[in-house]
Structures are given as C-alpha cells and as structure tokens.
C-alpha cells in the first residue's frame, strides 16, 4: 500500500511539475497572472480610433474585478504608435522582448500591423484578433498565429460592390480611399465584384493618412459625375468627406466603411444632418438607438460602461468594439484552462464556436476555425436617418445571395 501511494504521490507531482513547466516556457504566465500586450493610435491621425483600446482595457478591469480568469489576473499592457509604422514596430519589440508578453490581443491599425506581422510571426508570439480587416493578414498559411478581430475590407467591399449594383445600377462610382492595405482592399474588392465594368464605371482617388484634409479630392471626386460615393478610411477623412459633399451640393449614395461607423467619431463630426442617407455596414447595435432601450444586451452594456468607462461617449461605437474585443479574449483565456502553451492560446483563438456577445447585431456571431482566421464573416446594413442608424435587409456575408 506505501508503494502504490508513494507511486501515487510521484506521478501526481510529476504532473504538476510538467505543467508548471509548460507554464515557465511561456513568457508572461505566472500562477497568478499572464501579461498580453497591445498598440493603439492614443495620438495621432487616428486618436479617435484609440477609444477601442479604452474599451478593452475598462473590460479587462471588469474581468479582474470578477477574479480573473482561471486564477489569474490580465496584465494588460497598452503602447501608443500614433499610427505610425515605425513607432509600431518600436512598441512591439518593446512588449516581446522588454515586457515578454504571453501574447499580443488587439492592437490596432492596418499600416503598423502591417510593419510587425513578420516580426511577430518570426517570433511565434500569437497575434490575435489584431484590430484590420486587412485580407493578407487571414492568410493562415503566411501568418499562422495571427486571427483577425474587424470583418475583412474584401467581405465588407463585396457587400458594398453588390448593394450599389442593385440600387444603382448605371451609377458612375466614385471611391476614396486610404492609400493601404485598408483602402487598397475595398479597391480590389470593387474590382473582383465589378469585373470588366470597373474601368468603366469607377474612378478612384487615394489618400495619404499625413494629409490635413482631402476636401480637394472630394471636390475632384464630384466633377467626374459619380452618382455613387465609397469612403474608405478613418473616421477623420470620412468625416471630412462627408461634410465636404454636402457643402458642395454632391448628394450621391454615400457609404462609409464599418471602421468609420461611429455616431461620435464621425457622424457628429461631419454633422448630423449632412449625413443623412449615409449607408455601412455593421456588427453591432447602437447603445444610444431607443430601438435597443430595452434589449438585455445595451442593458447590459449601459451599466458596463457606467461603471468602467465613467464620463465617457457611450455613443461612440469604437469602446463597444474594444468591449467586444475583451469578451473574445475572455472566451479565449477560458477555453485555454490551465494550458497556456503559445501553441495551445492559438489552437484555441481558432476555435470559437457560434459566441453571441450581447451587444453584435440579431444573427451575427463570431466564429473561427482552423481555415478561418476571421472573428466575423458577416455584417447588417444599415442607413443614417439623421438621428439614429436604420437597419435593412439581412444579415449578409461576401458569398452572393
């Protein structure tokens, strides 16, 4: 019997000693915390876009407050790129190799994501649910640790390509865009939706994100007679383009992409009733839209970000995304257990089955898998009325209906 229970004991603590190597060989793990680390645009041409890193780190608080997740807490540590390549790849070195960060979650903006995707990958740091809908970066056998958190720009331009198809078939179609990955996505998903009509019927113009305003080119856009008008950047050029149209006299149907949807971001900015008829795509529901006063998910929400996010704009859209994000990497942590292997956090940020976060749109839920390096392959359209945002027809994805 002292055998078989000296047996016992060994294999239980060489169990426990494996595991705690397992923990050991992963930078940032510790019985009581992981460290995961981020960048966002605090400054810079894209600041207000900073708001969904606020989102995420109230929600990580809140994740805290309930103890954690599996008896640790989330260090999460948060740089500033002011979207800038160059500072990107700054920070990020700095939270792998000063920091040495379990992983990075959400760090944000096509142009320096773009500047660390190698770098990272060439690390084996997971790179999840990064902040682009960049198609290159869902490309699972180039960037195998990275999943990807905004609805890919090819999805979301098909969409766009096909409703103005549909409402304006003969529409001459003028599209701005910024000069990226972002903007260069929506251009080829145009193309690719198009086919031999696009020359024809669509003229572009590209911006760079160091211009102080591109109200020239939209003055440009409404000489070549386009009766339909895609804006693809951040909210503060859409903002500007959309003010800039209505100055003019330009009323063409104007889209906007879902990283400039927000209320307080860009539709405030650009005014209200300017904006009026302004058509995107969305995930998710409008906290200040009375349509939703009573849904348990902004129920939910309104109290969240009362108590995280005092004295803050619920109206804009981006801390709802940063919240969402922090759910997902919620999801993640939990679905990881005690297994915080690099090997295994990725196995398991692709493995998200049919998660329906209280605040996404009716139909819309997030999924990945070992081919799909997507959280998100489908989105709602919707139209500005002046006040608020007005839902119509059903939730879609790129795949023709």
């Known amino acids: 019997m002292l055998v078989k229970t000296t047996f016992a004991v060994s294999i239980a603590m060489l169990a426990a000693v494996a595991a705690t190597a397992v923990r050991a060989e992963t930078p940032g793990v510790s019985e009581s915390e992981i460290r995961i680390g981020a960048t966002f645009p605090f400054s810079g041409p894209a600041s207000p876009l900073s708001n969904v890193g606020k989102g995420l780190i109230a929600y990580v608080h ?69 902040v682009s809908g960049a198609t290159k970066f869902a490309n699972f056998a180039e960037f195998p640790l990275t999943t990807t958190g905004l609805p890919s720009y090819t999805t979301e331009g098909k969409i766009y390509a096909r409703y103005i198809a549909r409402t304006a078939p003969d529409a001459k179609i003028a599209i701005l865009y910024q000069n990226d990955d972002l903007g260069r996505d929506f251009v080829a998903a145009f193309k690719e939706t198009l086919k031999g009509e696009f020359d024809r019927k669509v003229v572009t113009s590209p911006y760079e994100v160091t211009e102080p305003t591109i109200e020239s080119r939209v003055v440009t856009l409404k000489a070549s007679g386009a009766q339909a008008f895609l804006i693809a950047g951040t909210p503060k050029f859409a903002a500007q383009a959309i003010k800039k149209a209505s100055e003019i006299g330009w009323t063409p149907l104007t889209i906007v992409n879902y990283v400039s949807s927000s209320v307080s971001s860009t539709i405030v900015p650009a005014g209200a009733d ?86 996404l749109m009716p139909g819309i839920t997030v999924n990945t898998g070992p081919d799909n390096s997507m959280a998100y392959t489908q989105l709602q359209l919707q139209r500005w009325t002046g006040s608020s945002w007005e839902q119509f027809g059903g939730v879609l994805s790129a795949e023709p209906n």
């Open 274 to 359: 300017k904006a009026i008829g302004v058509v995107v795509a969305t995930i998710a529901k409008d906290p200040n839209d009375r349509k939703w006063a009573d849904d348990p998910g902004i129920k939910w929400y309104r109290a969240h970000f009362e108590k995280y996010l005092p004295g803050a704009d619920i109206g804009d859209s981006n801390y709802l995304f940063g919240t969402q994000q922090g759910q997902i990497l919620e999801q993640v942590l939990k679905q990881c257990g005690d297994d915080l292997s690099r090997e295994n956090i990725v196995k398991q940020a692709r493995n998200i089955k049919g998660l329906v976060l209280p605040t």
């Open 62 to 130: 809140s994740i805290n407050d309930r103890g954690g997740i599996n008896g640790r807490k989330i260090n999460l540590i948060t740089y500033d790129d002011a979207y800038s390549p160059p500072k990107a790849v700054e920070q990020t070195r700095k939270l792998i190799e000063s920091d040495e960060v379990a992983f990075l979650f959400s760090p944000l903006g096509t142009p320096g994501i773009g500047a660390t995707i190698k770098y990272v990958t060439a690390k084996k740091v997971p790179h999840l649910f990064v």
